[in-house]
């Protein structure tokens, strides 16, 4: 490949011409103790820094983005940090989904703005991977993904830790009284015991493992723990790497295709893949102008094999483990047949040449086709009644006996009133009883929270049972697990016939057939519909005003519809 000139570069539109505003930006880069040196003629890296104190799993982003610098260095550019909005999972409130759309906006704008030849975006908890991921797809400048990498496997008293299913499962065994408050300290102080992103294949390794199966990270960085010096190491050649995608031109366009869209979405399967990584992926992949649709993803949910074997699909290992059985890349090499390995990938090499020489060490962890966790079944998409534009369900992760199950529903508007009545040792409730929570989709929630683990009811819990049918328009944490059906399409807040269920109504869910449905009559329905009154607006001013005025619904990936790749004419570069 020839090397662009350096007057070609974007940034020399910023620092070339002999004018005033160009006098400008060079004085302003004396004032920061730079000279000519320093930066002219030099590739000018953006390094988009997800750091925070209030975002544990970025901790270590402080002192990493000094390694990327020093790779974009050695490599003959100029690195600047430019922190950006981290988007963390645990404290962000009413949910982190509000905000994916706020990163991708500020990601997009902070490239086209400024005078940047190509960026590293540093993420990995949940939404920060598909935030800046979605806005540096549509600036189009070069990008490389860095990833967080995931935190050390939780310990307590002698046992493994994962992150939120053990949370949830102790809980319970707490709601039944089965553990102390010593335990379940214990279990507080050793679930979280290191810098990194969850370390189950949650919706942070889901989606960082995207990435890099997209061909935006250098190859298998997402598997590698975030406290490991590989680590450091992998983020110096994110640095050196970017400054030669700059001279090479390669922007995310030639990576971000189809081909590489359908990639990731096999390798979401073969992790595992938390349900949010179906919303994060459709909306990732419309930035690109590819349309991957619920359908596409239902298609390889059943005909990809669950080969991680990682929590909570897989049973007995965490992130640590599977970086140590070869990560992503060995997991890779098994699916490479299926994938489409000419697909170009940010090391300017193809996937097929990234894989490589790629070994598995342990094969239980990441398990042969030919012995897999599950031989299909990672995501699984619900049409019907119900759900016309979709739901969805990780059969892999509920108990089979509710695979087809047909039982009374139980109708909650409200997460406070379900939260009343579950905990109502009284409630009339039998184990074939149907959950459903409505008005907690995109604009219901609002902003699409993870409350679709509906919990089990207190009374249940006491008889023994740990699962049972559930449904709603919320999304849930990647790490949850059991028969939840999630992201129904449309959401009731905005008509959906979720919100005309009653409770008594009788739900069917065949999953075999892809069926839910309520079984009440056509007229019934209709009657219903006709008495329904529209809800009070969530919000009248705002950022989550402009949200709900402008995000799609679940099985459209919940971007605002000017976002997208199809929304009117692209912006363009700036007037300097
Ligand atoms: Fe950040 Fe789970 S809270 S990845
Ligand atoms: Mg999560």
Same mark, same amino acid.
């Given at each position: 490949?020839?090397k ?5 570069l974007r940034?020399a ?13 060079r004085?302003?880069m004396m ?8 930066y ?11 750091w925070?104190?209030?975002? *544990? =799993?970025?901790?270590?982003?402080k ?12 490599? /003959?550019g100029?690195? %600047?940090e #430019?922190p950006?909005?981290s988007v963390?999972e645990s404290?962000?409130?009413?949910t982190?989904?509000?905000y994916?759309n706020m990163?991708?906006? @500020?990601?997009?704008? #902070?490239?086209?703005?400024?005078p ?16 800046? %991921?979605m806005g540096?797809i549509s600036?189009?400048v070069?990008?490389?993904y860095?990833?967080?990498?995931? &935190? ?5 008293? /002698? ?8 949370a ?9 009284g089965?553990?102390?408050d010593a335990?379940w ?12 992103? $969850?370390m189950?294949?949650?919706?942070a ?7 890099d199966? &997209?061909g935006l ?7 590698i723990?975030?406290?490991d010096?590989n680590?450091?190491? &992998?983020?110096a050649a $994110?640095g050196r ?16 295709t189809?081909?590489? =869209?359908?990639?990731?979405a096999?390798?979401?399967m073969? *992790?595992?893949?938390?349900t949010?990584a ?5 909306a990732?992949?419309?930035r690109?102008?590819v349309?991957?649709?619920l359908d596409?993803?239902?298609?390889? /949910?059943?005909t *990809?094999?669950l ?13 640590e ?19 489409d =390995? ?8 193809s996937?097929?040449?990234?894989l490589?020489?790629?070994v ?5 962890v +990441? ?8 031989h ?6 619900l049409?019907?009644?119900l $759900?016309?534009s ?5 059969p892999?992760?509920?108990?089979p006996k509710?695979?087809?199950?047909? /039982? ?6 409200s ?5 009343a009545a579950?905990?109502d ?11 459903v ?5 995109p ?5 699409f929270p993870?409350w679709? #683990?509906?919990? +089990?009811?207190?009374?249940l ?6 699962? &049972?049918?559930?449904?709603s328009?919320a999304?849930m944490s990647?790490t ?7 992201h129904v399409s449309?959401?009731?807040? %905005?008509g959906?016939?979720l919100?005309?269920?009653? *409770?008594?109504?009788?739900v069917r869910?065949?999953?075999p057939?892809r069926?839910?449905d309520?079984? %009440?009559?056509?007229?019934?329905? @209709? ?5 329904l ?7 009248e001013r ?7 005025k402008?995000?799609?619904q679940?099985?459209?990936? $919940? ?14 570069e700036?007037? +300097?």
């Amino acid at each position: 490949m020839t090397k662009k000139d350096p007057m070609d570069l974007r940034s020399a539109r910023w620092f070339a011409p002999d004018d005033l505003r160009s006098f400008g930006h060079r004085s302003r880069m004396m004032q920061l103790g730079y000279s000519d040196e320093d930066y002219i003629g030099k590739p000018l890296i953006g390094v988009l820094n997800t750091w925070s104190e209030l975002n *544990t =799993c970025h901790s270590h982003f402080k002192e990493r983005v000094q390694d990327v610098k020093r790779g974009v260095a050695q490599a /003959g550019g100029f690195a %600047v940090e #430019m922190p950006s909005l981290s988007v963390d999972e645990s404290f962000t409130k009413p949910t982190s989904m509000l905000y994916r759309n706020m990163l991708a906006m @500020e990601t997009e704008e #902070m490239i086209r703005s400024h005078p940047l030849d190509g960026v590293v975006l540093m993420g990995g908890c949940d939404k920060t991977t598909p935030g800046l %991921v979605m806005g540096a797809i549509s600036a189009g400048v070069p990008m490389i993904y860095l990833p967080a990498g995931p &935190m050390l496997r939780g310990n307590y008293a /002698g046992k493994i830790l994962g992150s939120g299913s053990d949370a949830w499962k102790y809980w319970d065994e707490r709601r039944a009284g089965n553990i102390s408050d010593a335990e379940w300290l214990g279990v507080q102080g050793g679930i979280a015991r290191s810098a990194g992103t $969850c370390m189950t294949m949650g919706t942070a390794s889901t989606m960082t493992a995207i990435a890099d199966a &997209m061909g935006l990270t250098l190859p298998g960085a997402s598997s590698i723990p975030a406290v490991d010096s590989n680590h450091q190491r &992998m983020s110096a050649a $994110c640095g050196r790497r970017i400054v030669e995608m700059v001279w090479e031109d390669l922007t995310p366009d030639q990576i971000v295709t189809d081909a590489a =869209c359908r990639n990731a979405a096999i390798v979401a399967m073969a *992790t595992g893949c938390s349900t949010n990584a179906v919303v994060h992926l459709i909306a990732m992949a419309r930035r690109a102008g590819v349309n991957l649709t619920l359908d596409d993803l239902d298609e390889l /949910g059943r005909t *990809t094999p669950l080969i991680a074997n990682v929590r909570p699909s897989g049973k007995d290992y965490l992130m640590e483990d599977f970086y140590y059985a070869g990560g992503l890349r060995a997991l890779m090499k098994q699916l490479e047949d299926r994938m489409d =390995c000419s697909a170009l990938t940010v090391t300017g090499k193809s996937m097929g040449e990234n894989l490589e020489g790629a070994v598995v060490y342990n094969d239980d962890v +990441i398990r042969p086709l030919s012995n897999p966790v599950y031989h299909e079944g990672s995501l699984a998409v619900l049409k019907g009644n119900l $759900c016309p534009s979709g739901a969805v369900i990780k059969p892999a992760a509920c108990d089979p006996k509710y695979h087809v199950h047909e /039982g009374p529903a139980l109708v909650f508007d409200s997460y406070p009133e379900m939260k009343a009545a579950i905990d109502d040792e009284t409630l009339d409730v039998s184990p074939d009883h149907v959950l459903v929570l409505r008005n907690a989709g995109p604009q219901g929630g609002p902003g699409f929270p993870e409350w679709g #683990m509906l919990p +089990i009811p207190k009374a249940l819990i006491k008889q023994g049972h740990r699962d &049972m049918l559930r449904i709603s328009d919320a999304r849930m944490s990647g790490t949850s697990y059991g028969a939840c059906v999630l992201h129904v399409s449309p959401e009731s807040y %905005v008509g959906g016939p979720l919100a005309l269920l009653k *409770t008594g109504d009788i739900v069917r869910l065949d999953l075999p057939n892809r069926s839910l449905d309520m079984l %009440v009559d056509k007229a019934e329905l @209709e009657a219903r519909r006709a008495a329904l009154t529209p809800p009070e607006p969530r919000f009248e001013r705002g950022y989550g005003y402009m949200f709900s005025k402008h995000v799609t619904q679940a099985d459209q990936g $919940c971007d605002f519809d000017f976002l997208q790749s199809d929304f009117g004419k692209p912006a363009g570069e700036p007037d +300097i």
